[in-house]
């Protein structure tokens, strides 16, 4: 581990958590947030959508810049744009503006995970590593993505400590704290070659592109039960335009040719993509159903979702140190698609203990897939260009996570009772057993340690 010490690592965990935390802390923040600005719980669901959105677009963004200018100074970059939200968000007066402030977290955090993990790359190679120790990615993937449990327990303890606002304003203490560490210790990127090209290597046609398809769908996404047709006849113009784009281009942003030709990686993306819509679905979910349907405060209800958080970590402990990647990932689907069950049978005179148990099962399947996913990408990841594709890995996160503030705004559009729970449920069902059956048939994981 000296190779890795603590100073050097401590800060990469910090910054990739920023952004998992920041996705879910507003989670037990929707209900307050709209009596505040007196609109429908369900029109808040727009401030989940803004930090996905700018994620998805950002992340990929922040490993092609990492790869072309250095990921310290992309790291610094996002750190500062962190701060500017926080603040922005903390003394908003109406929705759009807290629409803006987090669209700013989620540009800024996203730098946080695919810098973390060229620079891990870099060091590893440096020291005639073919990998890093198990510890450190698994550490990594904790922050990167086990963390996102701890935002609504956390947002809890905001909100009912200091209200609403505090969910942003943490963001201010958090990104200076990420800001030191960063500056005393990760060490300085080589300088800046000189020479021309610098634009086009980031492909900002294709970065256009792909973002304004991205929102198109989601306007289209949002706007269901009631179809805006027009939003999704652009994003598949878009879209269309986009692919016969990128792959003509030379340094193309959303690598068409890496997905088709590396599918192990491509059925990855995917795979993650999917535990990922059903894992937020669920902190989503169950924390608005706590406070709207069983009249819970925001923090018992971000207190009720914490055992998965927190077992969710233990469990991907050992699942780092064993290197497996397989077994892992079907013992995660196969708790998924139980705990999704379990959801059927959960109404408002459940008791507490029950509801913590299909929480801890949620538990086991994220901190098992969340590991193995990402050693699965580490491993089948082009070594060249490694921080774009950990950005794409988070981007197909939040694609999951774009589709779970979706199905939670429909489902929850006109209130929250138990019936509509249980259609979360019904939801989470299919999405487990189509994630058990690419598991099961992928043949490329049964080569994979």
């Known amino acids: 581990m000296t190779t890795f010490p603590r100073r050097f690592v401590a800060p ?81 007066q109406d929705l759009p503006t807290l629409v803006a402030a987090r669209a700013l977290v989620g540009v800024g955090t996203s730098a946080g995970y695919p810098t973390a993990m060229l620079l891990i790359r870099r060091r590893a190679s440096a020291a005639g590593l073919t990998e890093p120790p198990g510890g450190v990615l698994g550490a990594l993937s904790i922050a990167g993505q086990v963390t996102a449990a701890v935002g609504p327990p956390l947002g809890g303890l905001l909100v009912g400590a200091a209200g609403w606002r505090a969910t942003f304003l943490v963001n201010i203490p958090a990104g200076l704290a990420a800001l030191a560490m960063v500056l005393s210790w990760v060490p300085k990127d ?12 980031v492909d900002p046609i294709g970065i256009a592109g792909f973002a304004g398809a991205l929102t198109a769908l989601l306007v289209f996404l949002m706007s269901l039960p009631d179809p805006d047709w027009i939003a999704l006849g652009i994003a598949v113009v878009l879209g269309t335009a986009l692919v016969r784009w990128e792959l003509r281009a030379a340094n193309p942003f959303f690598d068409v040719r890496l997905l088709r030709s590396n599918a192990p990686l491509s059925r990855t993306y995917a795979r993650n993509g999917l535990t990922l819509l059903g894992s937020y679905t669920v902190l989503f979910g169950l924390t608005q159903w706590f406070e709207a349907g069983r009249g819970l405060t925001a923090g018992q209800a971000g207190l009720l979702v914490l055992p998965m958080s927190g077992l969710a970590a233990i469990v991907s402990i050992p699942v780092s140190r064993r290197g497996s990647i397989r077994g892992p990932l079907i013992v995660a689907a196969v708790s998924s698609l139980l705990a999704s069950t379990g959801l059927l049978f959960l109404d408002s005179g459940t008791a507490i203990a029950a509801i913590a148990g299909v929480a801890l ?89």
């Not at 020479?195 to 086009?200: K, L, P, Q, Y």
């Not at 990402?374 to 939040?398: C, I």
């Open 190 to 201: 080589p300088p800046l070659a000189r020479g021309t090209g610098a634009v086009s290597r």
């Open 361 to 449: 099962l949620f538990g086991i399947a994220l901190g098992t897939s969340a590991v193995s996913n990402q050693a699965a990408l580490y491993a089948q990841a082009p070594a060249s260009g490694v921080g774009t594709a950990s950005g794409l890995f988070r981007t197909f996160t939040y694609l999951g996570t774009i589709a779970s503030a979706t199905i939670t705004g429909i489902v929850f559009r006109t209130g929250v009772t138990d019936g509509k729970l249980h259609t979360i449920a019904v939801v989470l069902i299919l999405i487990s057993a189509v994630v058990a059956l690419m598991t099961v048939t992928d043949h490329a994981l049964k080569e994979l340690a």
């Open 12 to 92: 990469l965990l910090v910054g990739s958590a920023l952004n998992p935390v920041n996705s879910a802390l507003i989670a037990v923040a929707l209900v307050p947030i709209a009596e505040a600005m007196r609109v429908p719980p369900g029109r808040t669901a727009v401030l989940v959508a803004a930090l996905y959105l700018a994620s998805a677009v950002a992340q990929p963004t922040a490993g092609k810049l990492a790869d072309e200018f250095g990921p310290r100074r992309v790291f610094l970059a996002g750190i500062l744009l962190v701060l500017a939200g926080g603040a922005l968000g903390g003394f908003a």
